[in-house]
């Protein structure tokens, strides 16, 4: 099959965003597929890729970049200065952000319009999938299939349009996005049982429930363990933590509560981040006067991440379970499987029995805790951190206890496979 992929995160861009759309295009070439793929140039990205597939890379207005760099800055800057601002400022703030991205998006777009029309002229595609976020994304894949370019569209929620960042004020804008989507595209692809859910309760009309496909995120490779033979505990997140969405304080309460109990060392357990949010973190740890574990490795590469990753004891990763915005599984939380290491997720919300908390049940993989039921997963969290550092002290580590087997479903490869299977279908029909 000729397969157009559009989304403007593509390796080697350093974000948890392109990973999706790069592993799809790696294996559907691999698998024989003709492969093109559209997406943006990163001018001061460096990196080079010998790809096994055409790339078109589209470069974005440098204004549009420095501007939303600046945006991207201020945000960082101001996370906790927002929390004490009145409520109609905040809303103000929270619409300008969003509308600015999304115009500096759309601005992408139509300079991806004007390429197409360059480039693309006598070309002819039998899918064309697109992965969305950001919006750009979305519009190219239903500009290709309406331009007859492609005889068909996927179009891939990797994210849900209407969610805790989307301004109430475009909502209908939005609205009528999905029931473009839901008119338009043959098929629609979601990362998790709960999106799917929440998807569907946006729609106009009854939507055949087959025509929505959960493929969930994944990870590529198996890493090996390290045994580091010393008694520190070593707890390490890596990657973004949303304002108002992800919250670690369960954590520091339960290593705070260890401590005064006299049950642990603290000079023997840490806590190591990296990403943006250093500052968040560590204004948290404040408050439980736990600031002396805390580390930070700031901004790091993919790869840099992984090297990380690969020192940990336990693993970490925020999320959230609401009851108009469920099945959130991060993207962090799937790359986390291969490390074969205990994971401790903590879900923010108002609603109980998080998709992510039943995955980590079912893989054994770890802990789930979730703010709804706050005092008795506090509990359970403070146990499972005291086994956990009373082993290390013990043995010089942690043992995993994941069903390695069963992880293998959430492999890029076998993924890909998923993915190939519902192309076919698409393209030639079911009993083809």
């Given amino acids: ?18 990973v999706r759309p790069t592993m799809f295009a790696k294996y559907l070439s691999q698998f024989g597929h003709e492969v093109t793929v559209i997406t943006e140039k990163v001018a001061d990205n460096n990196a080079y890729i010998n790809y096994s597939f055409e790339v078109i890379e589209v470069e974005g207005y440098k204004l549009a970049t420095n501007i939303k760099q600046k945006r991207v800055n201020k945000t960082q800057s101001n996370v906790f200065e927002n929390k004490e601002q009145c409520k109609i400022k905040k809303l103000y703030i929270d619409f300008r952000r969003f509308t600015v991205g999304n115009l500096l998006d759309f601005l992408w777009f139509k300079k991806v319009k004007h390429c197409i029309g360059e480039r693309m ?40 349009m209407i969610n805790y960042l989307t301004p109430i004020i475009y909502y209908p804008l939005f609205k009528y996005y999905l029931y473009s ?9 979601v990362v998790s049982q709960g999106q799917k859910n929440i998807l569907k309760s946006f729609f106009r009309y009854k939507y055949i429930d087959d025509n929505i496909v ?66 968040r973190l560590k204004s948290l740890a404040v408050k439980y006067n736990l600031q002396r574990i805390v580390f930070g490795h700031g901004l790091i590469s993919r790869n840099d991440s992984f090297l990380l990753q690969e020192t940990a004891d336990i693993l970490l990763v925020c999320s959230w379970n609401l009851k108009n915005e469920q099945g959130i599984l991060t993207g962090k939380f799937l790359e986390y499987l291969p490390m074969q290491r205990p994971i401790i ?3 923010t919300g108002d609603s109980p029995k998080a998709e992510l908390t039943s995955l980590i049940d079912e893989l054994k993989v770890g802990i789930s805790c979730e703010y709804v ?31 390695v087997d069963n992880l293998k479903q959430f492999d890029y490869y076998y993924l890909t496979k998923k993915l190939e299977k519902l192309f076919t279908e698409v393209a030639y029909g079911r009993n083809n």
């Fill in 214 to 279: 959960v493929i969930y995120n994944g990870f590529t490779r198996i890493f090996r363990n390290h045994n580091f033979g010393d008694n520190t505990l070593r707890l390490i997140y890596t990657g973004t933590l949303y304002a108002h969405k992800s919250d670690m304080s369960i954590l520091f309460k339960a290593i705070w509560d260890l401590f005064i109990e006299d049950k642990i060392d603290i000079n023997k357990i840490q806590i190591h981040y990296a990403g943006a949010d250093e500052e």
């Fill in 1 to 18: 099959m000729k397969i157009l992929i559009c989304s403007r995160y593509f390796a080697p861009q350093n974000t948890i965003g392109a």
């Fill in 181 to 189: 989507m839901q008119k338009h595209a043959s098929k629609i692809t």
């Fill in 345 to 347: 997720a903590m879900i």
């Fill in 373 to 403: 039921n706050y005092e008795s997963d506090l509990l359970r969290l403070k146990n499972f951190i005291l086994s956990a550092y009373e082993e290390k002290q013990k043995n010089g580590k942690v043992s995993y206890h994941g069903d």
């Fill in 121 to 160: 002229q006598g070309k002819h595609y039998d899918i064309v999938f697109s992965s969305y976020g950001p919006l750009s994304s979305f519009y190219i894949g239903q500009y290709i299939y309406k331009k007859n370019i492609a005889d068909f569209w996927v179009s891939d929620m990797r994210d849900l």
